[in-house]
């Protein structure tokens, strides 16, 4: 089993930053796709950023230029670094990653409990 445990929301001010993080632990044979997930209230789940093992990153449009993902293997952590935050921003951001583990080493796709993120105007 895998377990993820995320940090670093908060409450900000509109033009401020925060450092998400999210940490993996547990029986992990090789950590693939690493990605940051939002959901607002009243808003469909929304993928922010994802990093691959070949660290091949994608965005959304809507955070492009103010927000970066990289991740640390050798402690299967991912980060998101969020910048010029906007009252828009406002969500829970949950951390997605797909990880190969025992014993079929299948790879299997793992959630975090999520942390809330505000910004306010």
Partial sequence: QVHLVESGGGLVQAGGSLRLSCAASGSIFAMKAMNWYRQAPGKPRELVAGITDDNSISYADSVKGRFTISRDNAKNTVYLQMNSLKPEDTAV???????????????????????????SS
């Fill in 93 to 119: 951001y949950l951390c997605n990653v797909a990880a190969i583990v025992p014993p079929n080493f299948h790879t299997v796709n793992y959630w975090g409990q999520g942390t809330q993120v505000t910004v």
